[in-house]
């Protein structure tokens, strides 16, 4: 009987450093019978050279002769128009393909019969998929070096430090959005020594922010029996009057804080305006605030850019920080390898790649309905 054959192909997407397996991971699919093609340097950005590959157990190949026999390609990002067009009907393509934000790509695959499974479609709330959930593995490492590019940033320390030359207060660091992303900033930010708040508006993560020694900061919330939270664990979208409120009262704390860290985000919608120029110009000189939501969609502080740092009039330094986990290329890789494989020992089955509709993690993932019979988490 034939095995399955996965590719890992290399990104094309500008500052994309990432990639879809590590040679650590390759050596767990070979033992699982799984045949792995490399395309030419797709490690090079993650310090993953193709020696390292061949050696783990995987055939480094020219892009084309990866797409020819691959019976899955993996990527991380959506693919470029060139890669798309390379794929063949029946193929299947896994990787965070971003659907909700792309939806004309997965339309166009879709018509040329590719097969494609999304890793951000997979809800938070299937226990049994959590070593598959790519988003959580890859928010982990984004709010840990937001934390860490913020205290590079911070001109002062952030610790409270006593010495021959007196004592240094500790920083005052307030996190927005206490998501997986931003329970990591909290954690390091404590690490270091800084004094945490945080906010969200699910109530709920009360306990975790509190569990992580931080202080949850009191403002308007969702009225009692509307939840913060959406369909699959995310933050829901607010209204236009609770962001309102929500922003009013958090104005005057952020003007008392030294570091912001902005994490929430709404899956292919775009994100709440957290931080406001009148909050900007409030801030005192010195101060810096890193926007984790930065992109294409906009982002959590008002003015900020994707992947672009500008220090203000009055001296508050605003990072636009939309590719984090691409500046940590190893680690983030490495997360992200073992997610697909855990997925990959999920979906292969008897030699071969099932997709079964009645099957809710592979119908999450797929953007399909699960079909009644369908297991349980």
Same mark, same amino acid.
């Given at each position: ?33 799984? +045949? ?6 797709? %490690?090079?950005?993650?310090?993953? =050279?193709? =020696? ?9 190949? *020219? ?5 020819? &026999? ?20 029946? $193929? ?6 971003? *659907? ?10 879709? $018509? ?25 593995? $890859? ?10 590019? /913020? ?18 207060? @500790?920083? $005052? ?11 990591? /900033?909290? =954690? ?33 919330? *969702?009225?009692?029996?509307? @939840? ?24 005057? &704390?952020?003007?008392?804080? +030294? ?17 406001? /120029? ?7 000189? %010195? ?44 680690? =983030? ?12 020992? &999920? ?22 309905? *699960?079909?009644?019979? %369908?297991?349980?988490?």
């Amino acid at each position: 009987m034939p095995n399955v054959t996965v590719g890992a192909v290399r990104e094309r997407a500008p500052g994309e450093r990432r990639v879809a397996l590590v040679p650590e991971t390759v050596t767990l699919l070979v033992r699982a019978g799984i +045949d792995v093609l490399v395309e030419t340097g797709a %490690g090079s950005g993650a310090w993953f =050279a193709d =020696a390292d590959y061949t050696e783990a157990g995987a055939t480094v190949v *020219p892009p084309d002769e990866l797409y020819a &026999h691959a019976d899955a390609v993996l990527c991380v990002g959506p693919p470029d128009v060139e890669t798309a067009e390379s794929l063949r009907a029946r $193929q299947l393509l896994i990787g965070l393909l971003e *659907p909700l934000r792309n939806p004309a790509l997965v339309e166009r695959l879709a $018509q040329r019969g590719v097969r494609t499974v999304s890793l951000d479609l997979l809800p938070r709330t299937l226990s049994r998929a959590q070593s598959m959930d790519a988003l959580t593995s $890859q928010a982990n490492v984004a709010g840990y070096k937001a934390a860490v590019l /913020a205290a590079d940033s911070y001109d002062r320390f952030l610790p409270m430090l006593t010495t021959a030359a007196g004592t240094m207060r @500790p920083a $005052q660091v307030l996190v927005l959005g206490a998501g997986v992303a931003g329970l990591q /900033a909290i =954690a390091t930010a404590r690490r270091l020594g800084a004094v945490v708040t945080a906010y969200d508006v699910r109530p709920e993560s009360r306990g975790e922010v509190e569990s992580l020694g931080a202080r949850f900061l009191d403002i308007q919330s *969702p009225p009692p029996g509307e @939840p913060g939270a959406a369909r699959g664990g995310y933050a829901r979208e607010l209204t236009e009057e609770e962001q309102q409120a929500q922003r009013a009262a958090l104005d005057a &704390h952020i003007a008392r804080t +030294d570091v912001v860290i902005t994490t929430a985000q709404v899956p292919g919608r775009t994100p709440p305006l957290l931080v406001t /120029a009148g909050a900007l110009a409030a801030m005192r000189t %010195g101060s810096v605030v890193v926007d984790l939501a930065a992109g294409e969609l906009g982002g959590n502080v008002e003015g900020s850019e994707p992947d672009k740092t500008t220090v203000l009039d009055n001296g508050v330094t605003v990072i636009g920080a939309g590719r984090l986990p691409s500046a940590m290329a190893t680690a =983030a890789s490495t997360a992200y390898a073992r997610n697909l494989v855990a997925l990959l020992r &999920h979906l292969v089955r008897d030699g071969e790649l099932v997709l079964d509709p009645a099957d809710e993690i592979t119908a999450a993932l797929t953007g399909e309905v *699960p079909q009644k019979g %369908g297991a349980s988490s």
